[in-house]
């Protein structure tokens, strides 16, 4: 059984910096994709970044791209978000997910199989 389990994430200033950690059990293949999403109160879940395990390709949200950086720890198999130059916009809840999908659903949520409990980031102006 595949458990996704983040630590991380909280209240933040505007400009600041956090660093989201999703740690992943039960996955044995090292051809899956993991990835972040978020979800601000009345909107629909958003695309943040994603990463192929096997050869760290990686993809962006038009949003958070230049400002997120997605990473991993082989030996550890965990995933990081680091999260810079924090703006308001940023708040949401944050989850990890993974899955084993085509490169063209990168973005797509229900691309993705299994999830993580989510973690909210609020970010004060």
């Known amino acids: 059984q595949v458990q996704l389990v983040e630590s991380g994430g909280g209240l933040v200033q505007a400009g600041g910096s956090l660093r989201r950690s999703c740690e992943v059990s039960g996955l044995t293949f090292n051809n899956y994709v993991m990835g972040w999403f978020r979800q601000a109160p009345g909107k629909e879940r958003e695309f943040v970044a994603t990463m192929w395990w096997r050869d760290t390709r990686s993809y962006y949200g038009d949003s958070v791209n230049g400002r997120f950086t997605i990473s991993r720890d082989n030996a550890k198999i965990k995933m990081y978000l680091q999260m810079n130059s924090l703006k308001s916009k940023d708040t949401a809840v944050y989850y990890c997910?993974?899955?084993?999908?085509?490169?063209?659903?990168?973005?797509?949520?229900?691309?993705?199989?299994?999830w993580g409990q989510g973690t909210q980031v609020t970010v004060a102006s």
């Open positions: 997910a993974a899955g084993y999908l085509l490169e063209v659903r990168y973005n797509d949520p229900s691309a993705y199989r299994d």
